[in-house]
């Protein structure tokens, strides 16, 4: 077999494989995001195939605290969208842990029993990883679910971190989950949340101290300066379902009215940017990395700063200068 | 003024600033940390200047969800620091907001009645940020607070996402901070919490459900894959100070175990190469963001990904290939 052949070998299985995760393969389109979460590079050629399959799906980030009731909320959600016809993919992404490696947690199990419908595609990321690594997991995720074929897809992350002001990038539009009792520090929170969030959610609203919640948030909404997004706040008892429909309601309207005044597009134009940056930044920082673990040079450099017998700042224009000799 | 001159009397007022910061100049050092959070280039031949004289202070990491009460129990921990004689900086990391662009939060005023002890130096970071941005942040400013000889410095961050832990590199001993009752998804960051913790504190431990809690975490750490961290379950109520004398003698033992078996060294090692391949990364990032907004033939790429005429990963080749000619 010349080389030649095997390539077009190669090439024919990529495209195979991409062609079978279009039609649905779903133990094809698991794989994939294993590998993409494994950070396996033969996942790459089979997202390019997949690329221009893509597009057509709207994202829905939904992001907030540990307990406000996110994924008991999104049960309700994935119910609504299925009972009106769509289809939903979803992407959980976790802190990265090695214990896990792939963490199923409670609620998620709770999200699973949906596992045997084919309109509901569950997958959770447990990326460790390099900066930037769990956003661009989330993206190539969704990037998937998208050629699939899936009508929504939600992103759900946890907190307001910079991670998941990165994650919320690929969202078309971005539902923060708060709930009442969460202590003085949403009160902390409060201005990365109105800069992430088109709808807060107040989760829980049965509970005593909603009012006081509502009140802190939208004071804070009215008190943001001229040009800031201004969410619109909402109730709902995720665990009864009082207010989801509404919830859902609004998120369509939303990606209505976006898609009409082509805020949508502009919407992709930015994700398509923040994708290739994240790429970028990935392959510089596995290269950065086997650079400092492998190079004796670099290592006596890096030697020299633990010993303080040179600064950090010298160092790292050691490293800069050393980029140009790298693959990356 | 020929310009050797000019660079002499440039680096005379470099070490100049630095001496004053060594000295204790806290106006100096206040002004510098801001140009640290800002990213203003000048503040890094300071800092450089100040390296040689930093590696004295032991560094404590503090991190829990929000509504933990972390901010509570640092005010705990410094009054008790301080009652033994020790001094302490404290480096608090938020979400990053362009709405306070350095927030001062209810629990971050309620330290602020140290700020009139000298031996008691805070400071809020609020860098809204590139990758690894906050990191690298927390990372220098815990070096200022180094080399103007604070004892012991806290880093305190919310959260146990990859921020998180990218900050707790920078720290000698961690501790992170949960409380009963906030719900299922302490279980979510059960894993992540195992992981980087050396101190588990169950603070409000005079609420309900701390037996639970403490139990649940208890038998999360005998689970836990031989090898792991196997962190000490403490309890605490931080209002009051119960148990708070008791996790600063922990701490202090702790580090000074740490100190004769040389793991703090090793510590400090692992911190140098974090440091210089965040400073790498940040200022790669920064040329790269650059690239992608000035350059013609850059942004038509990401044009033909926006339009889907082109894969993302081609694209990021295309950066990539572009990076030896630029200016990092």
Chains 1, 2 share one sequence.
Do not use: W
């Amino acid at each position: 077999m010349t080389i030649e052949n095997g390539r077009e070998k190669l090439h024919s299985r990529i495209v195979g494989i991409a062609e079978s995760v279009i039609n649905g393969d779903v133990r094809n389109a698991a794989r994939l995001m294993r590998q993409l979460d494994d950070r396996d590079p033969r996942a790459i050629p089979v997202l390019a195939e997949l690329y221009p399959h893509t597009g057509k799906a709207r994202i829905i980030g939904i992001t907030g605290s540990p307990g406000a009731g996110k994924s008991t909320l999104i049960d309700g959600l994935i119910q609504r969208i299925r009972a009106g016809g769509g289809t939903v993919g979803i992407v959980a992404v976790d802190p990265s842990s090695p214990f896990t490696g792939g963490a199923i947690l409670g609620d998620r199990v709770r999200m699973q029993r949906h596992a045997t419908d084919p309109g509901v595609f569950i997958r959770s990321l447990a990326t460790r990883g390099r900066l930037g690594g769990l956003s661009a997991s989330a993206g190539m995720v969704a990037q998937v679910l998208d050629a699939m074929g899936f009508d929504r897809i939600i992103i759900e992350t946890v907190g307001v971190g910079q991670d998941e002001v990165d994650i919320v990038r690929h969202a078309d539009v971005t539902v923060v989950v708060v709930s009442p009792g969460q202590g003085d520090e949403v009160q902390a929170h409060k201005a990365g949340v109105l800069e992430i969030a088109d709808v807060l959610a107040v989760n829980k609203a049965d509970l005593a101290g909603v009012d006081k919640t509502v009140g802190e948030l939208t004071l804070a909404i009215e008190m943001a300066p001229q040009g800031a997004r201004k969410p619109l706040v909402m109730r709902c008892v995720a665990t009864d379902g009082t207010g989801v429909g509404e919830l859902l309601d609004e998120i369509e309207r939303l990606l209505d009215v976006r898609s009409r005044d082509g805020k949508l597009d502009s919407a992709v134009r930015t994700r398509s940017e923040a994708l290739v940056f994240d790429l970028v930044m990935e392959r510089v920082g596995g290269a950065v990395e086997r650079l400092m673990k492998d190079d004796g040079d670099i290592r006596e450099t890096v030697a020299k700063v633990y010993g303080r017998r040179m600064d950090p700042y010298r160092a790292a224009g050691l490293v800069i200068g050393r980029l140009k000799d790298l693959k990356i």
